[in-house]
């Protein structure tokens, strides 16, 4: 019987790993080498999870119990990496954030910044696929829940002791690292860090709101947003207030929350301006940097597609419209 990471490796072929780092605009060399960190940095995030009080509960509810992946197969995910945003894995940030907790976007960003390419989709995509291999894996062998943290922690202790993995281990300790301090960060700020983090998708709101540009124009604006956020973090320390907020990128979770809960450009504004009183009151230091990301994501939007003309010619850049919703989120990080 295969190890969950064999299991998970083999269901990346090379020219999968081709298709995917063509997706991502990286190397392969480096998507397999991210793929190599990120199985084991998932493992140990199960196995520390399924040691605590209640963790095993709450693991099995992630383990699709039809022994298969929890979204189907890879050819659907990569499809949907290589369209629109990456729909198809906005879900598996979701269970990436429960399977490595608060930290997981530091813990991303550390993995990116090191490999050189946005790690987040390839997170997203592998979470699913290996709680996919621990249920087959339990089926297999006949594994209760009661003898699942047993499992998991034999597999990730047996892969750590392999010198063949040192290169990987080191990548992992150090994302995990760069996880727990920011943690403690995010702990720090209590219940106004939520703010910190929406910040961008607020801006990126704000803006793409102004005016109306059309279902193309939208997905131009939101992929200028996102591409904006991943080379922000991309030059921010691992376990900065950056990396620890706008680690995973800008996704579908972050705007579809501010549709629920600010949904005028005033609540947006004042989301962003209680997001820099924070920064400022806990992370002084880091508050040029942050207001910088937030303004630089709201800029790439506004220029990312034209308003007005016909088919692509005339039109304006950026528009009377988010001209003003670019100085009302100025005013927001005064």
Same mark, same amino acid.
């Given at each position: =019987? %295969? %190890?969950?990471?064999?299991?998970?490796?083999?269901?990346? %072929?090379? /020219?999968t790993v081709g298709s995917i780092a063509k997706a991502l605009g990286a190397d392969s060399s480096a998507v397999g080498k991210g793929l190599g960190a990120i199985g084991p940095l998932l493992l140990g995030g199960m196995a520390g999870s399924?040691? &605590?009080?209640? !963790?095993? /509960?709450?693991? =099995? &509810?992630?383990?699709?119990q039809d022994g298969g992946s929890l979204f189907g197969n890879l050819g659907s995910m990569l499809s949907g990496l290589m369209g629109a945003g990456g729909a198809a894995a906005a879900g598996g940030g979701s269970i990436v954030n429960q399977l490595l907790g608060s930290g997981a976007n530091a813990i991303g960003a550390s993995l990116s910044r090191t490999l050189g390419f946005n790690v987040a989709p390839l997170l997203s995509m592998a979470a699913p696929l290996l709680? !996919?291999? +621990? %249920? &087959?894996a339990m089926k297999a062998n006949n594994v209760d829940p009661g003898g699942l943290a047993a499992m998991l922690a034999s597999e990730r202790s047996a892969f750590a002791a392999n010198p063949a993995n040192s290169e990987a281990m080191a990548l992992v300790n150090a994302a995990t690292d760069a996880g727990g301090r920011a943690a403690a960060t995010i702990a720090g700020y209590g219940g106004e860090w939520n703010n910190v983090s929406l910040a961008p998708a607020a801006a990126t709101l704000m803006v793409a709101g102004a005016d109306l540009s059309g279902p193309f124009g939208a997905m131009k604006e939101a992929k200028a947003a996102g591409a904006a956020l991943v080379a922000a973090t991309q030059l921010a320390s691992p376990a900065s207030v950056i990396s620890a907020a706008f680690g995973g990128g800008l996704s579908i979770d972050m705007l579809n929350q501010l549709r629920e809960v600010a949904k005028t450009k005033d609540k947006l504004a004042a989301i962003?301006? /209680?997001?820099?009183?924070? +920064?400022?009151? &806990?992370?002084?230091?880091?508050?040029?940097?942050?207001?910088?990301? +937030?303004?630089? +994501?709201?800029?790439?939007?506004?220029v990312a597609a034209k308003d007005g003309g016909f088919l692509g010619i005339g039109g304006t850049l950026v528009s009377a419209d988010e001209q003003a919703a670019l100085d009302a989120i100025k005013a927001a990080l005064a």
């Open positions: =019987m %295969s %190890s969950l990471l064999e299991s998970l490796s083999s269901s990346f %072929s090379a /020219d399924a040691a &605590k009080p209640g !963790g095993v /509960d709450a693991l =099995m &509810k992630l383990i699709p709680l !996919g291999a +621990v %249920s &087959k962003i301006a /209680d997001g820099a009183r924070s +920064v400022a009151a &806990k992370s002084p230091g880091e508050l040029a940097a942050y207001k910088a990301t +937030v303004l630089k +994501v709201a800029q790439a939007t506004a």
